[in-house]
């Protein structure tokens, strides 16, 4: 059986235990922001794998790279915002291929008819009739972007 990594499932002692810390810091970094562990019914803390991770993160930038809790609660907020903007990218994205697609599938090809005017044909289809001799026959899609 697989536990997802946002399951919350690890009571604060374990997962003081996982991080490497003491509960007292989890319960500060609760206060402070840091990690927003899940509530149960009776107001315990929950922490997932992701919040075990943010932890073991943010006792390398305490203490490793000497960066103060506001500075590391900033970057978290940052990365909170480029993760964001990086899901709206990619939504994005997936709405420009579909309007592509979309506009690929509806492109509108255009040919001269026998009688010279302008006419709508199928897609991969050339104009029915036999061009007379002598006529200039122009094969070419337009597309409106």
């Not at 790279?65 to 915002?81: H, R, S």
């Not at 104009?127 to 200039?136: D, S």
Request: aromatic fraction near 4%; charged fraction near 30%; hydrophobic fraction near 35%.
């Amino acid at each position: 059986m697989h536990i997802s990594s946002t399951a919350a499932v690890y009571v604060i002692s374990v997962a003081a235990d996982l991080a490497g810390m003491h509960p007292q810091t989890l319960r500060q970094y609760d206060r402070l922001g840091l990690v927003i562990p899940e509530r149960t019914a009776g107001r315990g803390r929950r922490y997932s794998g992701q919040d075990i991770a943010k932890l073991r993160m943010i006792q390398q930038l305490s203490q490793d790279e000497g960066v103060n809790l506001v500075g590391i609660k900033k970057i978290i907020d940052l990365q909170n915002q480029v993760d964001a903007l990086q899901h709206r990218n990619d939504e994005l994205e997936d709405e420009i291929r579909t309007q592509q697609a979309a506009k690929e599938r509806d492109a509108r090809v255009f040919a001269a008819g026998t009688a010279g005017d302008v006419v709508s044909i199928a897609r991969g289809r050339r104009p029915q009739g036999r061009p007379e001799p002598g006529a200039m026959v122009l094969y070419n899609r337009f597309r409106r972007r």
